[in-house]
């Protein structure tokens, strides 16, 4: 219900404005329970925030840590590696001056064997010439002389 002032304006009875105050009330109640729950909330995030930074801070340690072994690990890694050539490069040396003494040594029993050699290689020679010239002189014996041709 309404009543007029008179002036063409109209108010509202007191029931209407105790009503609306009520529903004010209540609407500020529900806010503020609301505020409340937001506020546990921003307190929850603020919370799981400063969990999470604590969490990201002990993993960039680790990521820090495995970074400096990794490195470390390459560096050793390198340093294995010149060692390794090295030791070829000195094995290679090695082998090869081995090879040329191995040569040296296989042809100087070579030309030792080449001095006995052929002494007995001329004698071989010389007896088979001397078995083929008796064998012709035998021959020939049969045909009626020594000389006859």
Sequence with gaps: MTISNGNGETRKTVRELTK????????LKAMSAIHGRLDKAIEKLTDVSGDLKSM???????????ESADEQLADLI????????NDIKEL?????????ELREAIQTINDTLDKRVMPLERWRWVILGAFGLAAFLIGRMDDGGWFNF
């Design 20 to 27: 609306d105050l009520a529903i004010v009330q209540a609407d």
């Design 56 to 66: 990201l801070a002990v993993h960039e340690e680790k990521i820090s840590k495995t």
């Design 78 to 85: 390198e340093v294995r590696r010149q060692e390794i050539s």
């Design 92 to 100: 290679h040396t090695r082998i090869n001056s081995q090879s040329k």
